[in-house]
Nanobody
Framework: VQLQASGGGSVQAGDSLRLSCVASGRMFSRYVIAWFRQAPGREREYVAG????????YYASSVKGRFTISKDKALNTVSLQMNSLKPEDTAVYYC?????????????????WGQGTQVTVSS
């Protein structure tokens, strides 16, 4: 599966952004999709994930209640709606896919990665 992430930008604190991850290739439904982010000088961290069916979602505690992950199977797209953005959300955001468990959050378990999209939140 190939992944293409988009939707990043520069916003003010409190604003919203919507990231999209479009998957090409077959068998999109085989994969658990997640979003990770990496800020300069920091480890890549898990942000949110969604199960194959789209019926289960998972969030890092730092974004729970502000971010929403969703899946559109018809469009082979997973979106990340980010509300109430904070300067500490500034990072390059990546979407990734795994054939593993729905709640996998370790980046080493994700074999497929899209290119990153930059999100910058200023105070």
């Amino acid at each position: 599966v190939q992944l293409q992430a988009s939707g990043g930008g520069s916003v003010q604190a409190g604003d919203s952004l919507r990231l999209s991850c479009v998957a090409s290739g077959r068998m999109f439904s085989r994969y658990v999709i997640a979003w990770f982010r990496q800020a300069p000088g920091r480890e890549r961290e898990y942000v949110a994930g969604i199960s194959r069916s789209g019926g289960a979602t998972y969030y890092a505690s730092s974004v729970k209640g502000r971010f929403t992950i969703s899946k559109d199977k018809a469009l082979n797209t997973v979106s990340l709606q980010m509300n109430s953005l904070k300067p500490e959300d500034t990072a390059v955001y990546y979407c990734a896919a795994t054939t593993g468990f729905s709640d996998d959050s370790a980046h080493s378990t994700f074999a497929y990665w899209g290119q990153g999209t930059q999100v910058t939140v200023s105070s």
